[in-house]
């Protein structure tokens, strides 16, 4: 098999994120291929290997899988990357999923847990709450597009007039965004050039009370005006209401939707959504969840894993706005929040006074520093870490609380079994786990992880007196005995890799023990390259690496 190869064959399954799996009879091997639906058969190209494994290009769907049971609805697909499973029943996505997550966690996990299954969403269409939309042509030198990027291009953008994950309020304000600025012939940033006006258009609706935050995002290279844009906007016929219209201005040379300086164009810069009975205030750039209904049954999911809190203190890290905070606060003793952006935690503040929950604490900064400075200690943990899970210098100290119950909320799943072999590692046993789809018609869901830390079966208590006399342990012999022995010597890292090599017959790098002692929560004083292994990426050990290691420290008595 070599790069340039064109092969046909069937997609088995398809792993996560989006890996279809085919196998190719006459070399005997397995293949991955994107952007495919178990069940088609499918024409592709070699386009590259990683790790030995072959990765190949979807060149064509031959035959359509059987599971592609409903026509598309939207236009656009399925040229489109904004969702990819459109034309299958809804119960088959769940499946597939169930199974991506399986496959994923029964190899991550020590040992029995139980598996809940995926919770689907209540709305499967029009369920998101918040949509950027990037401006630019659908080919090279074509006419101005708004919408989402062609399937596997970074630079093709399809208008997404008629897209179905969005309430039809968004799609009528971006047809008239784009068809104000085609008029006008305004041009588009162009990401190599760094060149042109146009960003993105970014929409956030409540789900529960209508109301609409429209954000123009532009560079500041050219000048327009836009209150004749505000007006047509103003004049639509929404089910929903537009409390705000912004421009964001943005010079930055990557690709993100940041603000530089943000101008109220019309009415207020935030909108306000309802959950769980709760009211929270939205920024254009605080963190919420996109599913709103489907954000209620992931946080009543958390409320029933996290179990009885009552005069207990919970500690939700990376809380984002406050919404599990809110949540729980009313069944616990003290909820304390930390988020890493300022604006999120001031956000959770006011809405928490709003809501009239006085037993939240929310503190802005990084969870790995903000731990050092808190006197609190937690009962209870709630994770809810962005998608590349929990910094390597912050999940030692979460797990050096030792507490009884961790919730770990995850949305990459690859993410969260990389963490878990640490939190295991550390003496935490996976209890049950399920999983929410938050995102209908996409390769993505949210899982949730219930961790126990392990105990004991049962406990003795021995009863001792020192003194003299019958029954009683003299101090003098203990003192005589004390003196027999010396101080242990120190365990280096070296020590550890020539006794594994020994008993193990392989070699374990630096970064991999000084993971496991992280996890650990043990001192890193020792390793002659510590200050630089921190610096360094995350180098996660495999699991019989990890495990060899334990061995090693258990050896030397570290642990």
């Not at 085919?22 to 190209?45: D, L």
């Not at 550890?496 to 650990?520: D, M, N, P, S």
Request: hydrophobic share 35%; charged share 30%.
């Amino acid at each position: 098999m070599k790069k340039g190869q064109t092969f046909e064959g069937i997609i088995e399954r398809v792993d996560f994120p989006n890996k279809g799996i085919v196998y190719i009879p006459e070399e005997e091997k397995y293949v991955t291929v994107k952007n495919g639906i178990p069940g088609q058969k499918v024409r592709f190209v070699i386009n590259k290997f990683k790790r030995g494994n072959a990765e190949g290009r979807l060149l064509e769907v031959l035959e359509k899988s059987p599971f592609e049971a409903r026509d598309p609805v939207c236009s656009i697909f399925p040229a489109c990357g904004g969702c990819m499973y459109q034309t299958m029943p809804y119960e088959e996505q769940m499946k597939m999923k169930e199974g991506q997550i399986r496959r994923i966690m029964d190899e991550a996990v020590n040992g029995e847990y139980v598996f809940e299954g995926v919770k689907a969403s209540p709305k499967e269409f029009g369920y998101r709450n918040k949509m950027e939309f990037s401006f630019g042509d659908e080919y090279k030198d074509g006419p101005l597009s708004l919408g989402l990027h062609k399937k596997g291009s970074t630079y093709d953008v399809l208008t997404a007039s008629d897209c179905r994950l969005v309430h039809e309020d968004m799609n009528k304000i971006l047809v008239c965004v784009l068809e104000y600025f085609r008029e006008r012939n305004v041009s588009y940033y162009r990401k190599m050039q760094h060149t042109g006006y146009l960003r993105h258009l970014l929409l956030r609706r409540g789900d529960t009370t209508g109301e609409i935050l429209v954000n123009l995002v532009t560079t500041t290279q050219e000048e327009h005006d836009l209150q004749p844009l505000v007006e047509k906007i103003l004049n639509l016929e929404l089910d929903g209401k537009i409390v705000g219209i912004l421009h964001i201005l943005n010079d930055s040379l990557s690709d993100v939707v940041k603000s530089d300086e943000t101008r109220i164009l019309w009415g207020q810069d935030y909108f306000y959504e309802k959950l769980l009975g709760l009211e929270f205030k939205i920024t254009p750039f605080s963190f919420f969840q996109p599913n709103t209904c489907g954000a209620e049954v992931l946080y009543e999911t958390v409320r029933d894993y996290i179990g009885d809190i009552h005069d207990m203190t919970v500690f939700d890290l990376f809380s984002g706005t406050g919404t599990i905070s809110q949540v729980l606060a009313p069944v616990a003793k003290q909820v304390v929040g930390v988020e890493i952006v300022g604006e999120a935690v001031e956000a959770a503040k006011e809405n928490a006074a709003r809501n009239g929950i006085s037993n939240c604490k929310f503190i802005a900064g990084d969870v790995f520093q903000v731990l050092d400075e808190l006197e609190e200690k937690p009962d209870v943990i709630v994770l809810d870490p962005p998608r590349d899970g929990i910094h390597p210098k912050a999940l030692p100290k979460i797990l050096s609380y030792g507490v009884e119950r961790i919730v770990y909320i995850s949305c990459k799943m690859t993410s969260l079994a990389r963490d878990l072999e640490m939190m295991q590692i550390a003496g935490y046993r996976v209890e049950k786990m399920t999983a929410v789809d938050q995102f209908c018609e996409t390769v993505h869901v949210e899982t949730v992880v219930l961790l126990s830390h392990k105990s004991p079966d049962s406990v003795i208590n021995v009863k001792v007196e020192f003194g003299e006399g019958d029954d009683k342990i003299s101090l003098d012999a203990i003192a005589e005995r004390a003196k027999k022995y010396q101080p242990k010597p120190k365990i280096t890292y070296k020590m550890i890799q020539e006794y594994v090599e020994k008993k193990y017959g392989f070699k374990v790098h630096t970064a991999y023990i000084a993971e496991v002692k992280r996890a650990l929560g043990l001192t890193m004083c020792d390793a002659p390259n510590a200050a630089e292994e921190l610096k360094q990426p995350r180098k996660h050990p495999p699991k019989e690496k990890a495990e060899a290691i334990m061995e090693a420290l258990k050896h030397f008595e570290v642990i």
